[in-house]
């Protein structure tokens, strides 16, 4: 028999949960664990079972956020009127937004 291997709160996770997404929303949560800068595993729990995302802010984070924003700017000055502007690039400003709106909280 095998050596169970526990998680950093002593926890046996021995369960494998799944679900099928489009590419669209496959990329959209990988855009936002990056920004986030949670493992996907940690941050779909936590989303799933609590509906709030604690954020621990690091460089690697912070670099995703300028990443995103410096995108962000560009499409703005290029766009003439708000009807242009492209879905994707509302996921990362609000999700930089409600990271910024949670560490406001602190």
Known sequence: ????????KNR????NV????????AKELNDRVKL???????????SALYQQITVRGHKAMYDEFR???QHIEKELIRIE???EMEEELL???RTILEIISEVNKL
């Open 1 to 8: 028999m095998s050596q169970k291997i526990l998680d950093k």
């Open 18 to 25: 799944g679900f099928r997404m489009s590419p669209e929303e």
């Open 12 to 15: 046996w996770r021995s369960l």
């Open 91 to 93: 996921t990362p400003l």
């Open 81 to 83: 009127k708000a009807s």
């Open 36 to 46: 986030c800068g949670m493992q996907k595993q940690d941050y779909l729990i936590q």
């Open 67 to 69: 990443k995103h924003l």
